[in-house]
């Protein structure tokens, strides 16, 4: 069955960065829509960004500028890499997966925590 497991959480002081990955299994990877969402403490989860299975990416006005998607098909893996960030960052990040919807994603991650001081 399809997998999906997120690292490179962590705590990081505000300006930091970090990357996080997600790593897929039990998928053909190269034909799925790919996506970050994010869930802060308290709030309801929110879209971050995608990637389509052809490349193309979109992101949520909050991080557009500061964090980019991308994925190595050839390792079953899609990144986030996070720049400048904020405290309003923190969250728990999910990796999620879908070969037909680039919002609508039926495959998720356990998620990973980002902190980020102040």
């Known amino acids: 069955q399809v997998q999906l497991v997120e690292s490179g959480g962590g705590l990081v002081q505000a300006g930091g960065s970090l990357r996080l990955s997600c790593a897929a299994s039990?998928?053909?990877?190269?034909?799925?829509?790919m996506g970050w969402y994010r869930q802060a403490p308290g709030k309801r989860r929110e879209w971050v960004t995608t990637?389509?299975?052809?490349?193309?990416?979109n992101y949520a006005d909050s991080v557009k500028g500061r964090f980019t998607i991308s994925r190595d098909n050839a390792k079953n893996t899609v990144y986030l890499q996070m720049n400048s960030l904020k405290p309003e960052d923190t969250a728990v990040y999910y990796c999620?997966?879908?070969?037909?919807?680039?919002?609508?994603?039926?495959?998720w991650g356990q998620g990973t925590q980002v902190t980020v001081s102040t």
């Open positions: 990637i389509t299975q052809g490349g193309r990416t």
């Open positions: 039990g998928m053909i990877f190269s034909i799925y829509h």
């Open positions: 999620a997966a879908d070969q037909f919807s680039t919002r609508n994603f039926d495959y």
